[in-house]
C-alpha cells in the first residue's frame, strides 16, 4: 500500500520561503509521476506543480511558476516544493500524490501566509 507522508509546512510572511517535503511508500519512485496539490479554505483542491519521467521535466501552474520549484530525490524517495516569495493566496493545506492519482491522500502539511 502506497503511503504518502507531507512536511515542511507552516507560518512564515509574505515573500518568504518554505520547503516541503513529501516521502513516498509502497511504490517504485524513480519513474513515478509525482504531483503537489493544495486546498485552501472553502475551496477545491487544485493541482500546484508536477514533475514527469525520469528527465525529471516539470509543470506548474500559472500562479506560482517562477516562484515554485519541484525536485525529487529518489535515493529517498522524496518529492520536494521549494517555495519561494510566498503570498497570502498561498496558504493552503498542501498535499502529494502520485500521477495519476492514488485514491488515498496523504494528511497534508498547512501552510500559512501572513500578509
Known amino acids: 500500500q502506497v503511503q504518502l507522508v507531507e512536511s515542511g509546512g507552516g507560518l512564515v510572511q509574505a515573500g518568504g520561503s518554505l520547503r516541503l517535503s513529501c516521502e513516498v511508500s509502497g511504490r517504485t519512485f524513480s519513474t513515478q509521476a509525482m504531483g503537489w496539490f493544495r486546498q485552501a479554505p472553502g475551496k477545491e483542491r487544485e493541482f500546484v506543480a508536477a514533475?514527469?519521467?525520469?528527465?525529471?521535466?516539470?509543470y506548474y501552474t500559472p500562479s506560482v511558476k517562477g516562484r515554485f520549484t519541484i525536485s525529487r530525490d529518489n535515493a529517498k524517495n522524496t518529492v520536494y516544493l521549494q517555495m519561494n516569495n510566498l503570498k497570502p493566496e498561498d496558504t493552503a493545506v498542501y498535499y502529494c500524490?502520485?500521477?495519476?492519482?492514488?485514491?488515498?491522500w496523504g494528511q497534508g502539511t498547512l501552510v500559512t501566509v501572513s500578509s
Open positions: 514533475i514527469i519521467g525520469r528527465g525529471g521535466s516539470t
Open positions: 500524490n502520485t500521477i495519476p492519482l492514488l485514491n488515498t
